[in-house]
């Protein structure tokens, strides 16, 4: 469960239409982990369909040209080939996760299982942002004044966005839109749960920290960095191996954070490991046993996609 929310988004595309949203090179790099932890019903759908996706997500936040889409493309397809042979390790970890959680009720499920498999997200993630990063350096060189024009407006825009949701929005709205996150996301692998079990859940879900402002003003620091750093691919300043190397050190969220944020981001992750060990504890017997049928659904399409063509 924690490894789909840390990574899930969502990606829809209609035929001829060209406006999408990608947040930044990192989201071309994230997309396909992210496609191959989608619902699974969507899976190969998603893969199969990444370098259109991204390349559509991609252009409302830079505006791109033909060129510059048909570069992402063949790109995002250079790094779907090689993406290709991690996802048996992919599928091992799964298998682990089966072992960790699935458990009978009335055998607990550990914070510090929560926390393996949020460590194992990270540990692939990181492993993908190292191999695309020259990819997506090379992408950066191709970039316009006028494409980091367009990126930073978005940017402004969904900053405006957040800071209505999140930080003018009441107390109540705010703890509403997180439970609703996190039971939609739980119910996605254990199934619908009953009134009793989502009023726990809202209840724990209430006592999360949330420091918005502090999260906006973190926000707003790495959007900045990303701009430098793109901006000097844009004019040529600095070879394309240096900005692979400061894309990479960018795309690592623990990079740059100030001593508060980066005790605060600790507490919460931590607060939800311990949510989430407790919401499959809360599960029943059946609920679990969707989750596990779940689990092996992923496995199997992460290894039908591995010898699958590009």
């Given amino acids: 469960m924690g490894a789909s929310m840390l990574l899930q988004t969502q990606a829809k595309a209609q035929s001829g239409q060209k406006k999408g949203t990608l947040k930044s090179w990192r989201g071309a790099c994230a997309a396909l982990l992210v496609a191959a932890l989608a619902a699974c ?3 190969s759908t998603s893969y199969n369909n990444a370098p259109f996706l991204i390349t559509w997500w991609a252009d409302s936040y830079f505006d791109l040209d033909g060129d510059q889409e048909a570069a992402l493309k063949e790109g995002v397809r250079n790094l779907r080939a090689w993406h290709r042979t991690q996802l048996p390790e992919y599928a091992r ?3 682990e996760v089966q072992n960790r959680v699935g458990r009978p009720v009335g055998q607990p499920i550990e914070t510090a299982d929560v926390a393996w498999l949020f460590g194992e997200s990270q540990k692939q993630m990181r492993r993908l942002v190292e191999h695309a990063a020259p990819e997506a350096a090379a992408l950066a060189g191709r970039l316009r004044a006028d494409n980091l024009a367009a990126l930073q407006k978005k940017m402004a825009k969904r900053n405006a966005e957040f800071e209505e949701d999140y930080i003018s929005a009441t107390l109540e709205k705010r703890q509403d ?3 609703e996150r996190v039971l939609a996301e ?4 254990y199934g619908a749960f009953n009134r009793e079990q989502k009023k726990k859940i809202h209840a724990m879900t209430d006592l999360l920290p949330g420091n918005y402002p502090l999260v906006l003003e973190d926000r707003r620091r790495r959007q900045a960095e990303l701009v430098v750093i793109l901006t000097a691919a844009v004019d040529k300043s600095v070879p394309a191996p240096e900005i692979a190397r400061r894309l990479a050190r960018w795309a690592d969220f623990e990079q740059g954070r100030t001593p508060e944020f980066q005790e605060y981001a600790t507490r919460y992750r931590r607060e939800m490991e311990k949510l989430f060990a407790s919401v499959a504890n809360l599960a029943d017997a059946q609920q679990r046993e969707t989750a596990m049928k779940n689990v092996g ?3 199997d399409q992460f290894n039908a996609l591995a010898v699958a063509g590009n």
């Fill in 177 to 179: 839109k997180r439970y």
């Fill in 297 to 299: 659904e992923y496995m």
């Fill in 186 to 189: 739980a119910e996605r692998w």
């Fill in 93 to 95: 970890a799964l298998a």
């Fill in 41 to 43: 019903s969507a899976v």
